[in-house]
């Protein structure tokens, strides 16, 4: 079973950029059957997904944060990044990793799988 | 966008009791419809997805029927280890959109 670790700082200050790798484990983010996200969760706005990326790099995102989002994938070490620029204390949540199947025949991304615990970001000061 | 709301938002119930939640779509969404619980501190785990379709592993007593803009999340009898929230989800390829949840805890 494909295992997902999120980590990364659990505090950002205002302004600053918010950054996370998720590390795959007992699988390859070269499957391709599979399609990687981050998702996050906060009580003030409930689950939210961010966005998400293929082994080949191909990206998509939430058009609510496009213009702030950036994900990554690195293949040498099987991890995919988030990178979320100018946050402010509404970026505050439990930021979640996921894995969505791919079906390869239509290029079609199902709901995702969640394979991490997640982890805590606060943004304060 | 497509909003998804659900109803109730929480549900007050007994183990053996059968539970009725209901996930409605502000436009029609075929069948992308997954329904997920969630315990406190868990990520939220995978239960139906295609609406209808158990996820591996899902106890039986879980089901899910509808399409279009109404549907619903039925458990035949509520067991101790239900107790959570739970979340319907429409997915489009790349649109991902979350229902508020429903609490569902004991009488």
């Known amino acids: 079973q494909v295992q997902l670790q999120e980590s990364g700082p659990g505090l950002v200050k205002p302004s600053e950029t918010l950054s996370l790798t998720c590390t795959v484990s007992?699988?390859?983010?070269?499957?391709?059957?599979?399609?990687w996200g981050w998702i996050r969760q906060s009580p003030g706005k409930g689950l939210e997904w961010i966005g998400g990326?293929?082994?080949?790099?191909?990206?998509s995102y939430n058009p609510s944060l496009k213009s702030r989002v950036t994900i990554s994938v690195d293949r040498s070490k099987n991890q995919f990044s988030l990178k979320l620029t100018s946050v402010t204390a509404a970026d505050t949540a439990v930021y979640y990793c996921?894995?969505?199947?791919?079906?390869?025949?239509?290029?079609?991304?199902?709901?995702?799988?969640?394979g991490g615990q997640g982890t805590l970001v606060t943004v304060s000061s | 966008d497509i909003q998804m709301t659900q109803s109730p938002s929480t549900l007050s119930a007994s183990v053996g009791d059968r539970v009725t939640i209901t996930c409605r779509a502000s436009?029609?969404?075929?069948?992308?419809l997954a329904w997920y619980q969630q315990k406190p501190g868990k990520a939220p785990n995978l239960l139906i997805y295609?609406?209808?379709t158990l996820e591996s592993g899902v106890p039986s007593r879980f089901s899910g029927s509808g399409s279009g803009t109404e549907f619903t999340l039925t458990i035949s009898s509520l067991q101790p280890d239900d107790f959570a929230t739970y979340y319907c989800?429409?997915?489009?390829?790349?649109?991902?959109?979350f229902g508020p949840g429903t609490k569902v805890d004991i009488k």
């Open positions: 295609k609406a209808s």
């Open positions: 436009q029609s969404i075929s069948n992308w």
């Open positions: 007992r699988g390859s983010i070269s499957n391709s059957h599979y399609y």
């Open positions: 989800h429409h997915y489009n390829s790349n649109l991902f959109t």
């Open positions: 990326v293929y082994y080949s790099g191909s990206a």
């Open positions: 996921a894995r969505h199947p791919y079906d390869t025949s239509d290029s079609y991304i199902h709901a995702p799988l969640f």
